[in-house]
């Protein structure tokens, strides 16, 4: 078997057993080819997790401005969308809805945007572990887990209060 | 011992590398640090260094070294320290390390703790990446906090309880009293991630759909749900453009369609609400049009009415209209769906789709293909084919394949006349010639060669083709081989149907050596020349010129080439008595057996009949010359034809199914009156009076046992048999599939050959999905045609994908019911 034969039979078969995910896995990259956050919801070792990344990189990259957000890839659905210098690739399941996928990133967009108030690529790359704090609050297992932004960003306020106080307060902590 | 750099002092220093070189001796350096502070148990640092482990992880250094320190992170009692724990395990573990279940402990421990984010942590990572046994050891935990009245950790759980029934289906029914009040929440969040979790449940297992259907009366609840969030007015918290939380409406939608599926009152109670989200649902904004893209999708699903279904389908034609163009490409491949159950429907967005072709998007290019064929019938075929020759000259070169069989497939069932037919297999031929199958030029020449009055205008055309351009071989293979059958009507001017060309007999052997000696010429054009030439001594004058030829090949470095000339120089020689008789004109050919699924837009209702029965087919034999060819042209017995219609899948099924029969040859050619020159559309049953549906009112066929075929591996086969009538010699089997299995069978094909004596044909199936649990069959009928009454054997070949795997399985079937044969 080819090299892409073997590896497009086993991404079938991850797709396979993990059928019902929304979301596989979320990249966000530069429009130099460089990975700013990786969050995988299928279990990979590192070497197929760089494999699949450099080959979608390449080819989400080499789409024209004129080509709509969807894309089938080796089995896979990928929504992926451009936000100034930053593209978020989003590979998701056949029965998945791309138009609700796209809502998605762009909640994250805007949470990212609240947070750090007018949010830019050098933002996520010096604060890469609060992009995934907050994209562990939005998100939890490949599905949205709060459909309000303003409990998202609640959530990641009084955590870094948490964090920043230097322990963990004795009282629980209402929402 | 200085403190270890600060996180973003690193990153600031990495970025200032100017080469990757200067970027991988800094890490070295940081790791080397980083190492020894490891080594020296620093506590206190211990949370910046791994944070600087995962940055220079991003970047695609190897880190393995910071897991033990992941987890001593997240067993320490500050929260940054979990926080990046937590993170740094989710990065650097995963299920396959042993080291991952060491944190099975500390989680359980953090899901007890008293401060909700810390639960929050340890909820996210576990729904997120952990394993089996973990999932295992958790789930009472995450059973309890499912049941809690604390909406940020109830909802996280929710989705936890989601990861660990992926991972441990068994421990589905554990969660399920904690669902039982799920939906009075008023928390969104809790909501949504519950709709998910009942989504799960209901997709994994029929007991639990039929359990939410019936005794939690799920669709009433949803339906109210969605209702509210409809009509309610604005709230700013879930507000998106306009729309109320769209993503739980979607999640709703989306469990209605699972509700509703094969159940006839689920789909009743929902049919109000999806009419109403499908009219007023705002479409200016992406988000609008995500949920009526569910809502159509649920629709097309469930059993719903026919008026709802039109609703659907021109929201889906509205959508084509669309300037977004991902509202066009969902538009596309929802139709590409649903185009074979309500084609009615689908047709009257024809034009739009036809549009689409011209689109700059590829991928909506390509569906808009796919669609386009599919819409082909008998009406609209002259003017589909104009637009779909005209996108297969300036599609891009990944198109030209597919568009090629897809017209010559077409153009093959619904051809209003073999002039038209021939011109449009030239037009294919001349502009996407060199991309067109291998196996299309031995189909174009039988069907060239079947074409029988149209072979002065076939011969004439290619010639012209020939002076233009040599380079494309599937066309210079075809004109070669037609020169050399009828280079006589050629040089004869004998044309009809245009202006004759005036040509010479040298003028067209000067084309074939031309052939021979180009470059362009692959080895097997080169063979369809030579022989074309050979061909030609028996009907040109100039026999001494082909002669040369012949004799100068004999001596070809090409083996293949050498071989031929050598034995058609023989045929001057030795044999010359037997070259006449060798070379003559082909006859009529058979077609061969395709017992493939065929396609179910034949009788849409809209061909028109296509049988003329003056001339019944002529039953001709393999081995006879063309000379007995005229003898059953005044056509005598007349036996009744079964012919099986070309798959609509460019890659024939029909050759696998001879290697599986051996030799099963379906008797019978086109009739040469004005009739298409194909096998039509409609069967030649109506030689006999027979509808195309069969009758099956036979009272004796009621008698038929129904028997079980095929039982292997969860796939089961069932045959049930009538009677059709009034051919008592045709016997209507209908098949069952089931699949007993856990998960769906896709892509399944039923394929079916029987001995000589027998004729077979199949219709085209239900669908070629099977679904788990026995959810439903697909069904698919066969007609068998048993003259003789003999025993009636089958051989069956089935192949589907289960799981993501490809299954192929031959089996005989041999417990056929005495009746259904005699």
Same mark, same amino acid.
């Given at each position: 078997m080819s090299s892409y034969n073997a590896f497009s039979l086993f991404l079938r078969m991850l797709s396979a057993t993990h059928s019902f995910l929304s979301s596989s896995f979320m990249l966000l990259f530069s429009r130099q080819g460089k990975l700013r956050l990786q969050k995988w919801y299928v279990p990979l070792c590192d070497k197929e997790k760089k494999k699949i990344t450099r080959e979608l990189v390449q080819t989400v990259l080499a789409r024209k401005p004129k080509m709509c957000s969807f894309l089938e890839w080796r089995d896979l659905k990928i929504v992926y969308k451009r936000y100034a210098s930053l593209y978020f690739c989003c590979a998701i399941e056949d029965q998945d809805n791309e138009l609700i996928t796209l809502e998605i990133i762009h909640r994250y967009?805007?949470?990212?945007?609240?947070? &750090?108030?007018?949010?830019?690529?050098?933002?996520?790359? &010096?604060? &890469?572990?609060?992009?995934? &704090?907050?994209l562990d609050e939005f998100l939890l297992g490949g599905e949205a887990q709060e459909t309000s932004k303003k409990n998202v960003l609640k959530a990641i306020e009084q955590a870094d209060l948490l964090q920043e106080s230097g322990g963990i307060d004795e009282e629980e902590l209402e929402e | 011992m200085p403190a270890p750099i600060r996180l973003r002092e690193l990153i600031r220093t990495i970025r200032t590398a100017r080469t990757q070189a200067e970027e991988r001796e800094m890490i070295q350096k940081e790791c080397a640090a980083i190492r020894s502070s490891f080594r020296e148990e620093d506590n206190t640092y211990r949370c910046r260094n791994v944070a600087k482990l995962l940055y220079m992880h991003m970047l695609g250094y190897p880190a393995h070294f910071g897991q033990l320190e992941c987890l001593k992170l997240i067993a320490s009692q500050k929260f940054t320290d979990k926080r990046i724990g937590y993170l740094g395990a989710m990065l650097l573990l995963d299920e396959r390390q042993d080291v991952h279940l060491l944190m099975t402990n500390c989680i359980k421990n953090d899901l007890n703790h008293s401060t909700q984010y810390v639960q929050g942590l340890a909820l996210c990572t576990l729904g997120c990446m952990g394993s089996s046994e973990m999932c295992r050891d958790l789930a009472g935990e995450v059973e309890k906090l499912l049941k809690t009245s604390n909406s940020y950790l109830r909802k996280k759980a929710a989705l936890c309880a989601v990861h660990v029934i992926r991972?441990?289906?068994?421990?589905?029914?554990?969660?399920?009293?904690?669902?039982? *009040?799920?939906?009075?929440?008023? *928390?969104?969040?809790?909501?949504?991630? !519950?709709?998910?979790?009942?989504?799960?449940?209901?997709?994994?297992?029929?007991?639990? @759909?039929?359990?939410?259907?019936?005794?939690?009366?799920?669709?009433? #609840?949803?339906?109210?749900?969605?209702?509210?969030?409809?009509?309610?007015?604005?709230?700013?918290?879930?507000?998106?453009?306009?729309?109320?939380?769209?993503?739980?409406?979607?999640?709703? %939608?989306?469990?209605? $369609?699972?509700?509703?599926?094969?159940?006839?009152?689920? !789909?009743?109670?929902? /049919?109000?609400? %999806?009419? #109403?989200?499908?009219?007023?649902?705002?479409?200016?904004? /992406?988000?609008? /049009?995500?949920?009526?893209?569910?809502?159509?999708?649920?629709?097309?699903?469930?059993? !719903?009415?026919?008026?709802?279904?039109?609703?659907?389908?021109?929201?889906?034609?509205?959508?084509? @209209? *669309?300037?977004?163009?991902? =509202?066009?490409?969902?538009?596309?491949? !929802? @139709?590409?769906?649903?185009?074979?159950?309500?084609?009615?429907?689908? #047709? $009257?967005?024809?034009?739009?789709?036809?549009?689409?072709?011209?689109?700059?998007?590829?991928? =909506?290019?390509?569906?808009?293909?796919?669609?386009?064929?599919?819409?082909?019938?008998?009406?609209n075929i002259r003017g589909m084919m104009k637009e779909l020759l005209y996108f297969l000259d300036s599609c891009d070169p990944e198109f030209k394949a597919d568009c090629a069989s897809g017209v010559f497939l077409a153009a093959e069932k619904y051809a209003p006349s073999k002039r038209w037919h021939i011109d449009t297999i030239m037009r294919v031929l001349t502009t996407a010639g060199s991309y067109v199958r291998d196996d299309s030029v031995p189909n174009l020449i039988q069907l060239i060669t079947n074409s029988v009055e149209m072979h002065a205008y076939t011969v004439q055309r290619l010639y012209k083709a020939l002076l233009d351009d040599i380079s494309q071989q599937p066309l210079v293979q075809v004109a070669s081989w037609c020169i050399g059958e009828y280079g006589d009507l050629l040089v004869s001017g004998q044309c009809e149907e245009e202006e004759p060309i005036q040509v010479t007999e040298d003028e067209v052997l000067d084309v074939l050596e031309g052939l021979l000696v180009s470059n362009l010429s692959t080895p097997v054009t080169r063979g369809y020349s030579l022989t074309a030439i050979m061909k030609l001594s028996t009907r040109f004058t100039s026999v001494n010129r082909i002669k040369k030829v012949v004799s100068i090949y004999g001596s070809s470095i090409d083996v293949e080439l050498q071989q031929r000339a050598v034995e058609y120089n023989a045929l001057f020689k030795k044999y010359d008595h037997m070259r006449p008789a060798l070379l003559e004109r082909m006859p009529i050919m058979e077609k061969s057996a395709s017992n493939g699924p065929t396609e179910i837009v034949q009788t849409n209702g809209e061909t028109e009949p296509s049988v003329e029965p003056k001339h019944p087919p002529p039953v001709t034999q393999p081995a006879n010359q063309a000379n007995d060819l005229l003898d059953l042209l005044g056509g005598n017995d007349v036996v009744p034809v079964i012919q099986t219609t070309m798959p609509t899948k460019p890659a024939s099924a029909g050759g696998e199914l001879l290697d599986l029969l051996g030799d099963l040859s379906l008797s019978g050619g086109p009739a040469p009156a004005p009739a298409p020159s194909v096998p039509t559309s409609q069967p030649p049953f109506l030689l006999d009076g027979l509808s195309s549906q069969p009758l099956f009112n036979d009272i004796a066929a009621a008698a038929i046992p129904p028997m079980t075929a095929y039982n292997k591996n969860g796939l089961k086969i069932d045959f049930t048999f009538e009677r059709a009538n009034p051919n008592p010699n045709i016997a209507v089997i209908t098949i069952h599939a089931s699949n007993s299995t856990e998960a769906d069978m896709t892509d399944f094909v039923f394929q079916a050959a029987v001995p000589k004596t027998f004729q077979l044909q199949l219709l085209s199936p239900s669908s070629n999905v099977v679904p788990a649990l026995n959810q439903g069959t697909v069904t698919q009928v066969i007609r068998v045609l048993n003259p003789q009454k003999q025993q009636l054997r089958m051989r069956i070949k089935l192949t589907y994908t289960l799981k993501g795997s490809p299954v192929q399985d031959l089996a005989e079937v041999n417990n056929f019911p005495p009746q259904s044969w005699q």
């Open positions: 967009v805007e949470l990212l945007d609240k947070y &750090f108030g007018s949010v830019c690529e050098l933002d996520i790359i &010096f604060n &890469f572990e609060k992009a995934y &704090f907050i | 991972k441990v289906p068994e421990l589905m029914e554990m969660f399920l009293p904690a669902t039982k *009040n799920l939906l009075s929440e008023k *928390n969104h969040g809790v909501l949504h991630t !519950s709709v998910v979790l009942l989504t799960e449940m209901c997709e994994r297992s029929p007991d639990m @759909l039929a359990h939410f259907r019936k005794n939690e009366k799920l669709v009433p #609840q949803l339906v109210r749900i969605l209702k509210n969030l409809i009509m309610s007015g604005y709230s700013p918290e879930h507000d998106v453009s306009g729309i109320s939380d769209p993503f739980l409406q979607v999640r709703i %939608l989306r469990l209605l $369609r699972i509700l509703g599926r094969s159940d006839d009152d689920s !789909s009743e109670a929902m /049919n109000d609400i %999806l009419a #109403q989200v499908a009219t007023n649902t705002e479409t200016s904004k /992406n988000v609008g /049009n995500a949920i009526l893209y569910e809502t159509v999708l649920t629709i097309m699903d469930i059993k !719903s009415e026919s008026g709802l279904r039109v609703l659907a389908i021109n929201i889906l034609g509205r959508f084509l @209209l *669309n300037n977004d163009k991902n =509202i066009r490409y969902v538009a596309l491949t !929802s @139709l590409l769906k649903t185009v074979q159950t309500d084609h009615n429907a689908v #047709q $009257r967005h024809r034009s739009t789709i036809v549009d689409c072709l011209k689109d700059l998007d590829v991928s =909506i290019k390509r569906r808009a293909m796919e669609l386009s064929f599919a819409l082909v019938n008998g009406n």
